[in-house]
Protein backbone atom coordinates (compact mmCIF):
# COMPACT_ATOMS: atom_id res chain seq x y z
CA UNK A 1 0.00 0.00 0.00
CA UNK A 2 1.71 3.31 0.98
CA UNK A 3 5.35 3.62 0.99
CA UNK A 4 6.32 5.59 3.79
CA UNK A 5 5.32 2.16 6.64
CA UNK A 6 4.88 2.71 10.16
CA UNK A 7 6.55 -0.12 12.32
CA UNK A 8 5.92 1.48 15.84
CA UNK A 9 3.97 -1.14 18.05
CA UNK A 10 1.72 0.08 20.84
CA UNK A 11 2.92 -0.03 23.75
CA UNK A 12 1.17 -1.73 26.81
CA UNK A 13 -1.13 -4.14 24.57
CA UNK A 14 -2.54 -7.32 25.47
CA UNK A 15 1.27 -9.41 25.63
CA UNK A 16 2.49 -6.80 28.15
CA UNK A 17 4.18 -8.30 31.43
CA UNK A 18 2.22 -8.25 34.97
CA UNK A 19 3.58 -5.50 36.79
CA UNK A 20 5.18 -6.27 40.03
CA UNK A 21 2.35 -4.23 41.59
CA UNK A 22 -0.53 -6.25 40.17
CA UNK A 23 -3.52 -6.37 42.27
CA UNK A 24 -3.93 -10.50 41.53
CA UNK A 25 -5.29 -12.25 45.08
CA UNK A 26 -4.19 -15.14 45.79
CA UNK A 27 -6.51 -17.99 45.40
CA UNK A 28 -6.24 -21.18 46.85
CA UNK A 29 -8.72 -22.81 44.70
CA UNK A 30 -6.77 -21.40 41.26
CA UNK A 31 -10.44 -19.20 40.47
CA UNK A 32 -8.80 -15.81 40.02
CA UNK A 33 -4.69 -16.61 38.91
CA UNK A 34 -5.61 -20.18 37.13
CA UNK A 35 -7.91 -18.02 35.19
CA UNK A 36 -6.04 -15.51 34.63
CA UNK A 37 -2.49 -17.26 33.93
CA UNK A 38 -4.77 -19.50 31.62
CA UNK A 39 -5.77 -16.61 30.02
CA UNK A 40 -2.45 -15.28 29.59
CA UNK A 41 -1.08 -18.30 28.19
CA UNK A 42 -4.07 -18.14 25.43
CA UNK A 43 -3.26 -14.26 24.96
CA UNK A 44 0.47 -15.72 24.16
CA UNK A 45 -0.98 -18.13 21.52
CA UNK A 46 -3.05 -15.06 20.25
CA UNK A 47 -6.21 -17.62 20.73
CA UNK A 48 -8.09 -14.37 21.49
CA UNK A 49 -11.60 -16.01 21.83
CA UNK A 50 -10.08 -18.50 24.69
CA UNK A 51 -8.16 -15.99 26.35
CA UNK A 52 -10.72 -13.39 26.48
CA UNK A 53 -13.02 -16.39 28.09
CA UNK A 54 -10.77 -17.07 31.02
CA UNK A 55 -9.52 -13.34 31.87
CA UNK A 56 -13.60 -12.21 31.86
CA UNK A 57 -14.33 -15.55 34.10
CA UNK A 58 -11.07 -13.92 36.75
CA UNK A 59 -12.58 -10.14 36.29
CA UNK A 60 -16.11 -11.52 37.58
CA UNK A 61 -14.06 -13.05 41.00
CA UNK A 62 -11.91 -9.77 40.95
CA UNK A 63 -14.22 -7.06 39.91
CA UNK A 64 -12.84 -3.93 39.18
CA UNK A 65 -8.85 -5.21 38.92
CA UNK A 66 -7.29 -2.92 36.51
CA UNK A 67 -4.83 -5.54 34.75
CA UNK A 68 -8.05 -8.03 33.74
CA UNK A 69 -10.12 -4.80 32.85
CA UNK A 70 -7.65 -3.51 30.19
CA UNK A 71 -6.70 -7.07 29.10
CA UNK A 72 -10.24 -7.74 28.54
CA UNK A 73 -11.08 -4.57 27.02
CA UNK A 74 -7.92 -5.21 24.45
CA UNK A 75 -9.09 -9.09 23.89
CA UNK A 76 -12.65 -7.82 22.88
CA UNK A 77 -11.75 -5.42 20.30
CA UNK A 78 -9.54 -7.64 18.81
CA UNK A 79 -12.30 -9.90 18.83
CA UNK A 80 -14.07 -6.84 16.92
CA UNK A 81 -16.74 -7.13 20.00
CA UNK A 82 -17.85 -2.91 19.84
CA UNK A 83 -20.28 -2.58 21.97
CA UNK A 84 -18.25 -4.64 25.13
CA UNK A 85 -15.00 -3.18 23.84
CA UNK A 86 -16.65 0.46 24.61
CA UNK A 87 -17.94 -0.46 28.03
CA UNK A 88 -14.65 -2.00 29.22
CA UNK A 89 -13.16 1.45 27.60
CA UNK A 90 -14.94 3.40 29.96
CA UNK A 91 -13.93 0.99 32.64
CA UNK A 92 -10.03 1.80 31.66
CA UNK A 93 -9.84 5.06 31.38
CA UNK A 94 -11.23 5.35 35.43
CA UNK A 95 -8.03 3.92 36.09
CA UNK A 96 -5.97 5.27 32.86
CA UNK A 97 -7.28 8.06 31.49
CA UNK A 98 -4.49 8.22 28.39
CA UNK A 99 -4.77 4.69 27.94
CA UNK A 100 -4.60 5.04 24.09
CA UNK A 101 -6.94 2.39 22.44
CA UNK A 102 -9.77 3.19 24.94
CA UNK A 103 -9.45 6.81 23.80
CA UNK A 104 -9.79 5.92 20.02
CA UNK A 105 -12.62 3.34 20.72
CA UNK A 106 -14.62 5.64 22.06
CA UNK A 107 -13.13 9.01 20.22
CA UNK A 108 -14.98 6.50 17.16
CA UNK A 109 -18.10 6.47 19.46
CA UNK A 110 -18.60 10.12 19.55
CA UNK A 111 -17.37 10.13 15.87
CA UNK A 112 -19.94 7.50 14.68
CA UNK A 113 -22.92 9.57 16.49
CA UNK A 114 -21.38 12.76 14.81
CA UNK A 115 -20.30 13.82 18.42
CA UNK A 116 -17.46 15.27 16.48
CA UNK A 117 -16.25 17.68 19.29
CA UNK A 118 -15.91 15.09 22.19
CA UNK A 119 -14.72 12.73 19.19
CA UNK A 120 -11.56 15.46 18.96
CA UNK A 121 -11.04 15.40 22.80
CA UNK A 122 -10.89 11.68 23.18
CA UNK A 123 -8.37 11.61 19.70
CA UNK A 124 -6.31 14.76 21.16
CA UNK A 125 -5.58 12.28 24.47
CA UNK A 126 -3.95 9.82 22.08
CA UNK A 127 -1.48 11.28 20.54
CA UNK A 128 1.18 11.10 23.06
CA UNK A 129 3.58 8.60 20.50
CA UNK A 130 3.90 8.74 16.70
CA UNK A 131 1.62 6.04 15.33
CA UNK A 132 -0.54 7.34 18.23
CA UNK A 133 -0.29 11.01 16.55
CA UNK A 134 -0.81 9.73 12.94
CA UNK A 135 -4.26 7.97 14.07
CA UNK A 136 -5.27 11.39 15.98
CA UNK A 137 -4.86 13.54 13.08
CA UNK A 138 -6.30 11.51 10.52
CA UNK A 139 -9.68 10.70 12.33
CA UNK A 140 -9.38 14.70 13.61
CA UNK A 141 -9.34 15.69 9.98
CA UNK A 142 -12.37 13.46 9.05
CA UNK A 143 -13.93 14.58 11.98
CA UNK A 144 -14.07 17.97 10.54
CA UNK A 145 -14.70 16.52 7.12
CA UNK A 146 -17.87 15.90 8.97
CA UNK A 147 -18.97 19.07 9.84
CA UNK A 148 -18.39 20.21 6.02
CA UNK A 149 -15.07 22.09 7.54
CA UNK A 150 -12.39 22.27 5.11
CA UNK A 151 -9.74 24.34 6.38
CA UNK A 152 -9.14 23.18 9.94
CA UNK A 153 -9.33 19.53 8.54
CA UNK A 154 -6.19 20.51 6.32
CA UNK A 155 -4.89 22.23 9.82
CA UNK A 156 -5.59 19.00 11.33
CA UNK A 157 -3.30 17.38 8.57
CA UNK A 158 -0.36 19.86 8.64
CA UNK A 159 0.11 18.84 12.22
CA UNK A 160 1.38 15.53 10.63
CA UNK A 161 4.21 17.61 9.08
CA UNK A 162 6.38 17.07 12.46
CA UNK A 163 7.50 13.35 11.06
CA UNK A 164 8.51 13.07 7.25
CA UNK A 165 7.42 9.40 7.78
CA UNK A 166 3.83 10.24 7.34
CA UNK A 167 3.80 12.57 4.10
CA UNK A 168 2.20 10.16 1.90
CA UNK A 169 -0.80 9.68 4.67
CA UNK A 170 -1.15 13.19 5.15
CA UNK A 171 -1.36 13.69 1.16
CA UNK A 172 -3.41 10.93 0.28
CA UNK A 173 -6.00 12.33 3.20
CA UNK A 174 -5.60 15.39 2.06
CA UNK A 175 -6.73 14.70 -1.54
CA UNK A 176 -9.68 12.37 -0.26
CA UNK A 177 -11.06 15.34 2.06
CA UNK A 178 -10.82 17.64 -0.62
CA UNK A 179 -12.48 16.01 -2.82
CA UNK A 180 -15.41 14.55 -0.59
CA UNK A 181 -15.86 18.34 0.35
CA UNK A 182 -16.12 19.10 -3.40
CA UNK A 183 -13.15 21.26 -3.62
CA UNK A 184 -11.71 19.49 -6.81
CA UNK A 185 -9.30 21.98 -7.66
CA UNK A 186 -7.46 21.19 -4.07
CA UNK A 187 -8.57 17.69 -4.57
CA UNK A 188 -7.04 17.03 -8.22
CA UNK A 189 -3.40 18.47 -6.73
CA UNK A 190 -3.25 16.28 -3.91
CA UNK A 191 -4.02 13.25 -5.41
CA UNK A 192 -1.10 14.12 -8.25
CA UNK A 193 1.27 14.68 -5.36
CA UNK A 194 -0.22 11.55 -3.95
CA UNK A 195 -0.20 9.56 -7.32
CA UNK A 196 3.90 10.47 -8.21
CA UNK A 197 5.06 9.43 -4.56
CA UNK A 198 3.51 6.30 -4.29
CA UNK A 199 1.94 5.49 -7.55
CA UNK A 200 1.48 1.42 -7.29
CA UNK A 201 -0.53 2.02 -4.13
CA UNK A 202 -4.25 0.24 -4.85
CA UNK A 203 -5.94 2.62 -2.65
CA UNK A 204 -4.27 6.08 -4.19
CA UNK A 205 -4.44 4.54 -8.14
CA UNK A 206 -8.65 3.44 -7.27
CA UNK A 207 -9.34 6.67 -5.89
CA UNK A 208 -7.58 8.84 -8.05
CA UNK A 209 -8.97 7.08 -10.59
CA UNK A 210 -12.33 6.95 -9.48
CA UNK A 211 -11.81 11.18 -9.35
CA UNK A 212 -10.89 11.10 -13.03
CA UNK A 213 -13.58 9.02 -14.01
CA UNK A 214 -16.38 11.36 -12.13
CA UNK A 215 -14.89 14.76 -13.47
CA UNK A 216 -15.61 13.35 -17.57
CA UNK A 217 -11.58 12.04 -18.10
CA UNK A 218 -12.53 8.28 -17.98
CA UNK A 219 -9.47 7.71 -20.52
CA UNK A 220 -7.27 9.19 -17.81
CA UNK A 221 -8.71 7.13 -15.67
CA UNK A 222 -8.10 4.04 -17.83
CA UNK A 223 -4.30 5.21 -18.49
CA UNK A 224 -3.88 4.96 -14.91
CA UNK A 225 -5.69 1.46 -14.06
CA UNK A 226 -4.17 -0.04 -17.21
CA UNK A 227 -0.18 0.94 -15.57
CA UNK A 228 -0.99 -0.24 -12.72
CA UNK A 229 -2.27 -3.29 -14.12
CA UNK A 230 1.34 -3.96 -15.97
CA UNK A 231 2.54 -4.86 -12.68
CA UNK A 232 -0.05 -6.21 -10.94
CA UNK A 233 -3.23 -7.73 -11.55
CA UNK A 234 -5.30 -7.06 -9.23
CA UNK A 235 -9.42 -7.59 -9.22
CA UNK A 236 -10.56 -4.53 -7.86
CA UNK A 237 -8.33 -2.71 -10.51
CA UNK A 238 -9.50 -5.11 -13.21
CA UNK A 239 -13.24 -4.10 -12.40
CA UNK A 240 -12.42 -0.62 -12.36
CA UNK A 241 -11.11 -0.37 -15.73
CA UNK A 242 -13.93 -2.98 -17.53
CA UNK A 243 -16.75 -0.64 -15.56
CA UNK A 244 -14.82 2.85 -16.91
CA UNK A 245 -14.55 1.14 -20.19
CA UNK A 246 -18.61 0.56 -20.59
CA UNK A 247 -18.76 4.15 -19.77
CA UNK A 248 -20.10 3.52 -16.14
CA UNK A 249 -19.45 6.21 -13.83
CA UNK A 250 -18.68 5.56 -10.35
CA UNK A 251 -19.93 6.45 -6.56
CA UNK A 252 -17.65 8.75 -5.16
CA UNK A 253 -14.30 6.49 -3.24
CA UNK A 254 -15.57 8.50 0.07
CA UNK A 255 -19.35 8.88 0.39
CA UNK A 256 -19.31 9.85 4.46
CA UNK A 257 -16.85 10.76 6.64
CA UNK A 258 -17.55 7.12 8.12
CA UNK A 259 -15.90 5.96 5.59
CA UNK A 260 -13.09 8.56 5.12
CA UNK A 261 -12.26 7.62 8.98
CA UNK A 262 -12.60 3.83 8.09
CA UNK A 263 -9.69 4.22 4.61
CA UNK A 264 -7.66 6.24 7.97
CA UNK A 265 -7.96 2.96 9.91
CA UNK A 266 -7.52 0.90 6.35
CA UNK A 267 -4.56 2.80 5.81
CA UNK A 268 -2.76 2.56 9.01
CA UNK A 269 -3.14 -0.97 9.61
CA UNK A 270 -1.89 -2.11 6.24
CA UNK A 271 1.43 -0.38 7.09
CA UNK A 272 1.25 -2.18 10.01
CA UNK A 273 2.73 -5.79 8.68
CA UNK A 274 5.74 -7.02 10.54
CA UNK A 275 5.69 -9.84 13.59
CA UNK A 276 5.94 -6.66 15.84
CA UNK A 277 2.61 -4.34 15.05
CA UNK A 278 0.67 -7.26 13.74
CA UNK A 279 -1.32 -7.01 16.76
CA UNK A 280 -2.29 -3.36 16.37
CA UNK A 281 -3.04 -4.14 13.06
CA UNK A 282 -5.98 -6.67 13.83
CA UNK A 283 -7.17 -3.63 16.17
CA UNK A 284 -7.27 -1.30 13.53
CA UNK A 285 -9.11 -3.59 10.73
CA UNK A 286 -11.31 -4.39 13.56
CA UNK A 287 -12.22 -0.67 14.27
CA UNK A 288 -12.40 -0.18 10.62
CA UNK A 289 -15.15 -2.80 10.51
CA UNK A 290 -17.03 -1.38 13.28
CA UNK A 291 -17.57 1.76 10.57
CA UNK A 292 -19.12 -0.02 8.09
CA UNK A 293 -17.65 1.14 5.10
CA UNK A 294 -15.92 -1.26 1.81
CA UNK A 295 -16.60 -4.36 3.43
CA UNK A 296 -14.89 -6.48 0.93
CA UNK A 297 -11.85 -5.22 1.34
CA UNK A 298 -11.80 -4.45 5.18
CA UNK A 299 -13.05 -8.56 5.78
CA UNK A 300 -9.72 -9.22 3.11
CA UNK A 301 -7.97 -7.36 5.63
CA UNK A 302 -8.81 -9.00 8.60
CA UNK A 303 -8.13 -12.21 6.77
CA UNK A 304 -4.87 -11.59 5.63
CA UNK A 305 -4.34 -10.17 8.92
CA UNK A 306 -5.33 -13.59 11.19
CA UNK A 307 -3.48 -15.37 8.27
CA UNK A 308 -0.63 -13.95 9.25
CA UNK A 309 -1.14 -14.54 13.20
CA UNK A 310 -1.47 -18.09 12.19
CA UNK A 311 -5.10 -18.26 13.31
CA UNK A 312 -6.05 -19.51 10.05
CA UNK A 313 -9.79 -20.63 11.79
CA UNK A 314 -10.38 -16.92 11.94
CA UNK A 315 -9.01 -16.22 8.62
CA UNK A 316 -11.76 -18.45 7.34
CA UNK A 317 -14.73 -17.03 8.57
CA UNK A 318 -13.62 -13.19 7.71
CA UNK A 319 -12.72 -14.41 4.19
CA UNK A 320 -16.26 -16.01 4.19
CA UNK A 321 -17.95 -12.62 4.58
CA UNK A 322 -16.30 -10.92 1.80
CA UNK A 323 -19.59 -10.65 -0.39
CA UNK A 324 -20.45 -12.50 -3.35
CA UNK A 325 -20.84 -9.42 -5.70
CA UNK A 326 -17.30 -8.20 -4.54
CA UNK A 327 -14.82 -8.36 -7.26
CA UNK A 328 -12.40 -9.64 -4.27
CA UNK A 329 -15.38 -13.06 -3.80
CA UNK A 330 -12.39 -15.22 -6.01
CA UNK A 331 -9.64 -13.59 -4.26
CA UNK A 332 -11.66 -14.43 -1.08
CA UNK A 333 -12.14 -18.06 -2.19
CA UNK A 334 -8.28 -18.70 -2.75
CA UNK A 335 -7.19 -17.51 0.08
CA UNK A 336 -10.21 -19.69 2.07
CA UNK A 337 -8.44 -22.70 0.21
CA UNK A 338 -5.04 -21.64 1.80
CA UNK A 339 -6.43 -21.18 5.54
CA UNK A 340 -8.55 -24.57 4.63
CA UNK A 341 -4.96 -26.36 4.28
CA UNK A 342 -3.27 -25.14 7.26
CA UNK A 343 -6.19 -26.42 9.18
CA UNK A 344 -5.40 -30.02 7.72
CA UNK A 345 -8.67 -30.24 5.60
CA UNK A 346 -7.00 -30.45 2.95
CA UNK A 347 -9.31 -32.01 0.38
CA UNK A 348 -11.94 -29.00 0.75
CA UNK A 349 -9.00 -26.80 -0.15
CA UNK A 350 -8.00 -28.63 -3.52
CA UNK A 351 -12.04 -29.19 -4.18
CA UNK A 352 -12.32 -25.17 -3.46
CA UNK A 353 -8.95 -24.10 -5.75
CA UNK A 354 -10.14 -26.96 -8.40
CA UNK A 355 -13.36 -25.27 -8.81
CA UNK A 356 -12.12 -21.97 -9.31
CA UNK A 357 -9.52 -23.04 -11.84
CA UNK A 358 -12.83 -25.03 -13.82
CA UNK A 359 -14.68 -21.70 -13.59
CA UNK A 360 -11.72 -20.09 -15.28
CA UNK A 361 -8.76 -22.10 -16.50
CA UNK A 362 -7.01 -18.73 -16.88
CA UNK A 363 -6.77 -17.19 -13.69
CA UNK A 364 -3.40 -17.46 -13.46
CA UNK A 365 -3.08 -16.92 -9.32
CA UNK A 366 -5.81 -19.42 -8.61
CA UNK A 367 -3.53 -22.11 -10.87
CA UNK A 368 -0.50 -21.42 -8.93
CA UNK A 369 -2.18 -21.45 -5.61
CA UNK A 370 -3.26 -24.52 -6.71
CA UNK A 371 -0.16 -25.94 -7.11
CA UNK A 372 1.50 -24.37 -3.96
CA UNK A 373 -1.56 -26.96 -2.17
CA UNK A 374 -0.08 -29.88 -4.38
CA UNK A 375 3.45 -28.63 -3.67
CA UNK A 376 2.92 -28.58 0.14
CA UNK A 377 1.26 -31.78 0.04
CA UNK A 378 4.49 -33.37 -1.32
CA UNK A 379 2.48 -34.62 -4.58
CA UNK A 380 5.20 -33.07 -7.29
CA UNK A 381 3.21 -34.57 -10.31
CA UNK A 382 0.49 -32.43 -9.85
CA UNK A 383 2.75 -29.60 -8.79
CA UNK A 384 4.95 -29.73 -11.91
CA UNK A 385 1.76 -29.67 -13.78
CA UNK A 386 0.01 -27.21 -12.49
CA UNK A 387 2.93 -24.86 -12.56
CA UNK A 388 3.45 -25.78 -16.17
CA UNK A 389 -0.04 -24.59 -16.88
CA UNK A 390 0.50 -21.62 -15.35
CA UNK A 391 3.17 -20.77 -17.09
CA UNK A 392 1.59 -21.46 -20.27
CA UNK A 393 -1.10 -18.46 -19.58
CA UNK A 394 2.95 -15.75 -19.50
CA UNK A 395 2.93 -14.03 -22.82
CA UNK A 396 6.15 -12.36 -21.45
CA UNK A 397 7.09 -13.33 -17.88
CA UNK A 398 8.36 -10.42 -15.76
CA UNK A 399 10.26 -10.01 -12.81
CA UNK A 400 7.45 -10.65 -10.81
CA UNK A 401 7.03 -14.14 -12.20
CA UNK A 402 10.39 -15.36 -10.97
CA UNK A 403 8.69 -17.91 -8.16
CA UNK A 404 6.18 -19.66 -10.73
CA UNK A 405 9.41 -20.88 -12.62
CA UNK A 406 11.44 -21.49 -8.98
CA UNK A 407 8.40 -23.73 -7.42
CA UNK A 408 7.74 -25.40 -11.02
CA UNK A 409 11.73 -26.33 -10.47
CA UNK A 410 11.55 -27.41 -7.09
CA UNK A 411 8.84 -29.79 -8.20
CA UNK A 412 10.78 -31.11 -11.16
CA UNK A 413 13.95 -31.32 -8.94
CA UNK A 414 12.05 -33.46 -6.21
CA UNK A 415 10.62 -35.56 -8.96
CA UNK A 416 13.70 -36.32 -10.18
CA UNK A 417 13.66 -34.19 -13.37
CA UNK A 418 16.57 -32.39 -13.08
CA UNK A 419 17.38 -31.10 -16.75
CA UNK A 420 13.91 -29.68 -16.88
CA UNK A 421 14.36 -28.29 -13.17
CA UNK A 422 17.54 -27.12 -13.81
CA UNK A 423 16.30 -24.93 -16.82
CA UNK A 424 13.34 -23.63 -14.81
CA UNK A 425 15.92 -22.44 -11.80
CA UNK A 426 17.63 -20.27 -14.13
CA UNK A 427 14.81 -18.79 -15.80
CA UNK A 428 13.67 -17.46 -12.06
CA UNK A 429 17.67 -16.32 -11.72
CA UNK A 430 17.08 -14.20 -15.60
CA UNK A 431 13.95 -12.96 -13.90
CA UNK A 432 15.39 -12.32 -10.59
CA UNK A 433 18.99 -12.43 -10.69
CA UNK A 434 19.20 -11.39 -6.99
CA UNK A 435 16.82 -13.74 -5.17
CA UNK A 436 18.71 -15.81 -2.49
CA UNK A 437 16.21 -18.43 -2.36
CA UNK A 438 16.82 -19.55 -5.98
CA UNK A 439 20.54 -19.44 -5.85
CA UNK A 440 20.99 -21.16 -2.66
CA UNK A 441 18.61 -24.15 -4.42
CA UNK A 442 20.08 -24.32 -7.28
CA UNK A 443 24.09 -23.83 -6.20
CA UNK A 444 22.37 -26.42 -3.65
CA UNK A 445 21.56 -28.59 -5.66
CA UNK A 446 24.21 -28.98 -8.15
CA UNK A 447 26.88 -29.30 -4.85
CA UNK A 448 24.97 -32.34 -4.01
CA UNK A 449 24.99 -33.72 -7.95
CA UNK A 450 29.19 -32.54 -8.03
CA UNK A 451 28.27 -30.94 -10.84
CA UNK A 452 29.37 -27.20 -12.10
CA UNK A 453 30.96 -26.63 -8.53
CA UNK A 454 32.67 -23.10 -9.12
CA UNK A 455 29.13 -21.88 -10.28
CA UNK A 456 27.64 -23.31 -7.65
CA UNK A 457 29.75 -22.26 -5.27
CA UNK A 458 29.78 -18.87 -6.03
CA UNK A 459 25.93 -19.05 -6.38
CA UNK A 460 25.77 -19.96 -3.00
CA UNK A 461 28.38 -17.58 -1.53
CA UNK A 462 26.23 -14.57 -3.66
CA UNK A 463 23.17 -15.99 -1.39
CA UNK A 464 24.99 -15.78 2.21
CA UNK A 465 26.16 -11.90 1.13
CA UNK A 466 22.00 -11.45 0.53
CA UNK A 467 20.58 -13.11 3.61
CA UNK A 468 23.31 -13.38 6.11
CA UNK A 469 21.01 -14.77 8.72
CA UNK A 470 19.73 -17.32 7.09
CA UNK A 471 20.68 -20.70 8.37
CA UNK A 472 19.79 -22.82 5.32
CA UNK A 473 21.58 -20.53 2.79
CA UNK A 474 24.82 -20.61 5.45
CA UNK A 475 24.31 -24.58 5.85
CA UNK A 476 24.48 -24.35 1.81
CA UNK A 477 27.99 -22.35 1.67
CA UNK A 478 29.41 -25.48 4.40
CA UNK A 479 28.32 -27.90 2.34
CA UNK A 480 29.74 -26.71 -1.00
CA UNK A 481 33.22 -26.43 1.04
CA UNK A 482 32.94 -29.77 2.22
CA UNK A 483 32.62 -31.04 -1.30
CA UNK A 484 34.97 -29.63 -1.88
CA UNK A 485 37.47 -30.92 0.42
CA UNK A 486 37.86 -27.94 2.21
CA UNK A 487 36.66 -28.91 5.43
CA UNK A 488 38.25 -26.13 7.83
CA UNK A 489 35.94 -23.57 5.82
CA UNK A 490 32.76 -26.18 6.35
CA UNK A 491 33.23 -26.31 10.15
CA UNK A 492 33.17 -22.71 10.31
CA UNK A 493 29.97 -21.85 7.67
CA UNK A 494 28.32 -24.92 8.84
CA UNK A 495 28.61 -23.96 12.38
CA UNK A 496 27.46 -20.52 12.46
CA UNK A 497 24.29 -22.31 10.32
CA UNK A 498 23.55 -24.68 13.57
CA UNK A 499 23.86 -21.65 15.50
CA UNK A 500 21.05 -19.45 13.30
CA UNK A 501 19.27 -23.13 13.00
CA UNK A 502 19.65 -25.38 15.89
CA UNK A 503 16.98 -27.70 15.83
CA UNK A 504 17.41 -28.84 12.22
CA UNK A 505 18.33 -32.25 11.80
CA UNK A 506 20.01 -32.08 8.21
CA UNK A 507 22.02 -28.87 9.35
CA UNK A 508 23.63 -30.72 12.50
CA UNK A 509 24.69 -33.73 10.66
CA UNK A 510 26.46 -31.83 7.87
CA UNK A 511 28.01 -30.15 11.02
CA UNK A 512 29.06 -33.69 12.23
CA UNK A 513 30.82 -34.45 8.96
CA UNK A 514 32.37 -31.36 8.96
CA UNK A 515 34.10 -32.48 12.69
CA UNK A 516 35.03 -35.43 11.52
CA UNK A 517 36.75 -34.55 8.17
CA UNK A 518 38.77 -32.76 10.32
CA UNK A 519 38.75 -35.22 13.34
CA UNK A 520 37.12 -33.97 16.04
CA UNK A 521 34.95 -37.19 16.00
CA UNK A 522 33.18 -36.90 19.44
CA UNK A 523 31.95 -33.65 18.02
CA UNK A 524 31.04 -35.45 15.02
CA UNK A 525 29.05 -37.87 16.86
CA UNK A 526 27.51 -35.51 19.44
CA UNK A 527 26.02 -33.39 16.42
CA UNK A 528 24.98 -36.80 14.53
CA UNK A 529 22.95 -37.75 17.57
CA UNK A 530 21.40 -34.04 17.90
CA UNK A 531 20.42 -34.67 14.21
CA UNK A 532 18.97 -38.08 15.09
CA UNK A 533 17.20 -36.52 18.23
CA UNK A 534 15.44 -33.21 15.97
CA UNK A 535 13.01 -36.12 13.90
CA UNK A 536 15.01 -36.61 10.54
CA UNK A 537 13.07 -37.75 7.60
CA UNK A 538 12.92 -41.47 7.72
CA UNK A 539 15.26 -41.92 4.75
CA UNK A 540 18.02 -39.59 6.44
CA UNK A 541 17.41 -41.00 9.78
CA UNK A 542 19.22 -44.53 8.67
CA UNK A 543 21.47 -42.77 7.26
CA UNK A 544 22.52 -40.75 10.33
CA UNK A 545 22.31 -43.88 12.32
CA UNK A 546 24.50 -45.31 10.67
CA UNK A 547 27.45 -42.80 10.68
CA UNK A 548 26.98 -42.99 14.66
CA UNK A 549 27.60 -46.36 14.41
CA UNK A 550 30.56 -46.54 11.89
CA UNK A 551 31.44 -42.84 11.19
CA UNK A 552 32.23 -41.87 7.38
CA UNK A 553 34.16 -43.70 5.13
CA UNK A 554 37.63 -42.22 4.11
CA UNK A 555 37.44 -39.69 2.12
CA UNK A 556 37.11 -39.65 -1.60
CA UNK A 557 39.79 -36.88 -2.96
CA UNK A 558 37.95 -33.72 -3.60
CA UNK A 559 36.18 -32.52 -6.22
CA UNK A 560 38.08 -29.94 -8.34
CA UNK A 561 36.03 -26.92 -8.66
CA UNK A 562 35.90 -26.11 -12.55
CA UNK A 563 32.82 -25.59 -14.80
CA UNK A 564 31.75 -28.78 -16.40
CA UNK A 565 30.43 -28.12 -20.11
CA UNK A 566 28.76 -31.99 -19.73
CA UNK A 567 26.44 -31.96 -16.92
CA UNK A 568 25.45 -34.92 -14.96
CA UNK A 569 21.83 -35.89 -14.73
CA UNK A 570 20.54 -38.00 -12.34
CA UNK A 571 17.34 -38.87 -14.30
Known amino acids: ???????????????????ATSALAYDPAGSVSGSYLAGRSAAKLRDNDLASDYLTNALKTDTGNPILTEKVFLLELSEGDMPKAEEFAAEVLKFNSQQRMARIVLGLKDFKGRHYEEARRNFAQSAYTPVGELTSWLLTAWSYAGEGELNPALKALDRLDSNESFANFKTFHEALIADYLGNSIRAEASFKKAYEAAGTSLRIVQAYGNFLERHNRAAEAQSLYRAYLEADQNPLIEA???????????????????????????????????????????????????????????????????????????????????????????????????????????????????????????????????????????DFANAATTYDQAIALLEKPGPGNWRIFYYDGISHERLKQWDQAEKLFRKALELAPNEASVLNYLGYSMIEKKINLQEALDMVKKAVELKPNDGYITDSLGWAYFQLGDYEQAVIHCEKAVELLPADPIIAEHLGDAYWRTGR???????????????????????????????????????????????KTNG
Not at 1 to 19: C, D, E, N, Q, V
Not at 524 to 545: C, G, S, T
Open 1 to 19: MMTALLRTALTGFLLASIP
Open 240 to 378: ALAASLKGEKPQPFIASPGEGASEALFSLATSMNDDQSIDVALLYTQLGISLGADQDIMYTLLGDTFEDMKRYDKALAAYQKVPASSPLRVNADMEEAVALQQLGRKDEALAKLKSIVAADPKNYDAIVTLGNLYRANS
Open 521 to 567: TLEAKFQWQHAKDNKPEPEDLKRIEDKLKNGLPPAEPPVTPVQNTAP
